[in-house]
């Protein structure tokens, strides 16, 4: 069955480190994936995508994502967090071009000043 | 706003009423999806549309739970004999099929509670 499972719950950093949220998925076949971030009353948006071209994704607000097919893994990763970045991180799964997404528990992560 | 709107954002309900959402995707989008989300949990997938044709339901979708997209455009999602348990977000989001990638816009959901 595809799935996908993001590791932690909670992640908490203090504005100006390093994020790091991790994401692995369980699949058969070759996926598309990407990240979606929901802030408070907002709707979700995309972040980034992976979908079999450059291993190394970027997206936007400086984010970026790591395809590791030996380690089932699409950790996302910032090299400093801001205030602005406090909201809730989707790790998505799509197994068929233009069909359902399969959405993680989610990642929410919290920024200290 | 081009987004994806959905109507009302918010619906109070009593345990056994009838409630119907609204959603109304990006014009050019021919594919539309329902989500539900409760607190806590990430979306979990209801149902989806291509035009008017409902391609997919989730065993999540009891046969209370009924979705149309009668003329390819706007589309509704109608619980019957409301449950404490359907109690959620529900979020609509439509995309493009040609050349899509999997990338869905999200509306900003309808949340039911049921009391």
């Known amino acids: 069955a595809q799935s996908v499972t993001q590791l932690d719950s909670h992640v908490s950093v203090s504005e100006g480190t390093p994020v790091l949220l991790r994401c692995n998925y369980s699949?058969?076949?070759?996926?598309?994936l990407f990240w979606y971030v929901q802030h408070p009353n907002k709707g979700l948006q995309l972040l980034l995508k992976?979908?079999?071209?450059?291993?190394l994704v970027k997206g936007i607000n400086g984010f970026e994502a790591e395809f590791k097919k030996s380690e089932t893994s699409f950790h996302l990763t910032k090299p400093s967090a801001h205030m602005s970045d406090a909201a809730e991180y989707f790790c998505v799964v799509s197994f068929n071009q233009g069909g359902k997404l399969i959405f993680g528990q989610g990642t929410e992560l919290s920024v200290k000043p | 706003d081009t987004g994806v709107s959905q109507d009302p954002r918010h619906k109070i309900t009593k345990r056994g009423q009838n409630v119907t959402f609204r959603c109304d995707p990006i014009?050019?989008?021919?594919?539309l999806y329902w989500y539900r989300q409760t607190l806590g949990q990430g979306p979990e997938f209801l149902t989806y549309f291509q035009n008017e044709a409902q391609l997919e339901k989730s065993r999540l979708l009891s046969d209370r739970f009924s979705a149309e997209r009668p003329k390819g455009s706007f589309s509704t999602l109608e619980i019957q004999r409301t449950e404490q348990g359907d109690s959620a977000m529900y979020l609509c989001a439509s995309s493009l099929t040609s050349g899509n990638t999997g990338e869905l816009f999200f509306g900003e959901g309808s949340r039911l509670t049921v009391l």
């Open positions: 699949s058969s076949y070759s996926p598309s």
């Open positions: 992976y979908t079999s071209a450059a291993t």
């Open positions: 014009s050019e989008h021919n594919r």
